[in-house]
C-alpha cells in the first residue's frame, strides 16, 4: 500500500488559464576569441557561461505550461551542439563571439523552434557568475 492509494483526480485541474513565465538554465563550457579590433583579442579556453531563458506560456486545461522537457530538447537539438564543448567562432555566423552577439543569437535560434502558443520572454547569459547581459522581448521589438 502506498502513501498516494487514497489520493484521486481533482475536480478542477486548472486554476487559472494565465499567461506564466517557465524558467531555465544551462550551462555550457566552449572555447572563443573575442575581438576588439582587427589586431587585439583575447583568447578563452574553457570558458563556462550560464544561460537563463524565460518563455511566455498560458496554462492549459490541465493547470500545465509548456512541458520543461519541450525546452530541453529544443535547447539540446539547436544550440547545445554549437555551444557546449566548441570553438564558438567555428559553430556560430560569422561574428564577433562576444556576450552580447551570442546572446542575440541565442535568442533567435531558440524562438523560432518554440510550440506556436510559446514565446521568448527574456535570457540573459553570464559569461562570469556575476556579470552578464539580458535581452528582453521589449529589446528585441526595437
Known amino acids: 500500500m502506498s502513501k498516494f492509494d487514497h489520493v484521486h483526480p481533482p475536480q478542477n485541474f486548472a486554476r487559472h488559464h494565465k499567461t506564466l513565465l517557465v524558467v531555465k538554465h544551462y550551462t555550457f563550457t566552449c572555447d572563443n576569441r573575442i575581438y576588439f579590433s582587427e589586431t587585439n583579442h583575447i583568447d578563452l579556453e574553457d570558458h563556462t557561461y550560464h544561460l537563463e531563458m524565460e518563455v511566455w506560456s498560458k496554462t492549459d486545461d490541465h493547470g500545465l505550461a509548456v512541458d520543461f522537457n519541450v525546452i530541453?530538447?529544443?535547447?539540446?537539438?539547436?544550440?547545445?551542439?554549437?555551444?557546449?564543448?566548441?570553438?564558438?567562432?567555428?559553430?556560430?555566423?560569422?561574428?564577433?563571439?562576444?556576450?552580447?552577439?551570442?546572446?542575440?543569437?541565442?535568442?533567435?535560434?531558440?524562438?523560432?523552434?518554440?510550440?506556436?502558443?510559446?514565446?521568448?520572454?527574456?535570457?540573459?547569459?553570464?559569461?562570469?557568475?556575476?556579470?552578464?547581459?539580458?535581452?528582453?522581448?521589449?529589446?528585441?521589438?526595437?
Open 72 to 142: 530541453d530538447d529544443i535547447y539540446k537539438q539547436y544550440l547545445q551542439p554549437y555551444l557546449d564543448g566548441q570553438l564558438l567562432n567555428d559553430t556560430l555566423p560569422d561574428m564577433n563571439t562576444t556576450v552580447e552577439n551570442i546572446a542575440h543569437w541565442i535568442w533567435l535560434r531558440f524562438s523560432e523552434h518554440l510550440p506556436e502558443d510559446v514565446s521568448m520572454n527574456s535570457i540573459a547569459l553570464y559569461e562570469t557568475p556575476d556579470q552578464g547581459i539580458r535581452l528582453t522581448r521589449n529589446i528585441m521589438a526595437q
